[in-house]
């Protein structure tokens, strides 16, 4: 998701921005600290998500969700506000959450859940988002993978190591590219090292600081989850 982060308050931005940046479904395309020069960075930069302040100076940020509707392809609107008196306002311009400042790391990533749900619902599918076979290079030529075959692939110095219960194939094919390559079928980024098939997991169990691990079946490696991902990994395996 492109998000663009829009308030008068340089620290907030700051702060929201540091809060996002740690999720990988999130890319920060751009910010604006007023209504008008958000408008104009919108319009251009098109982004999918625009995390809005509402007490702005000139034009607030209701005045400037009203005009983003007008769009021809709106960005979806996330109101991040100190004041709570605008909930039920907001919501008439169809935003996606609610956030009060000072912001709670745990509801910005129950924001980013929602979020991440909104788009896969109302994304088409496609044929072309599976692919039949995983194509890996080797000294003796290209073994061709079933995605359902993988157990987890993982990022080790300047390799990923695609783990299935047979053998480990080792490529240069970075973590981030080869979770595209796997969209449609059922992978999970519960690390920033690490990509899983959710139906390889048998448990999760706690660890510490509020992270997880995760045990798949056909392999002992302990695959480590990261705390902000431990809630949406619940809910894709509770589905």
Known sequence: MRVMVVDDEPLSREELKHLLCVYEQIEIIGEADCGESALEKVVTLQPDVVFLDIEMAEMSGLSLAKMLQRLKQPPSIVFATAYPNYAVEAFRYEAVDYLLKPFDEVQVGETVLRLVRKFEKE????????????AIEEEDGIVYVSPHDILYCCREIKDTLIVTKQKTYYTKIPLKELEQKLKGNLFFRPHKSYLVNVEKVEQLTPWFNGAYQLTLAGTLEKIPVSRNYVKALRQRLEL
Request: proline letters at 8%; zero cysteines; glycine letters at 0%.
């Open 123 to 134: 994304r088409p599918a496609s044929s072309e988002d599976t692919v039949r076979k995983l």
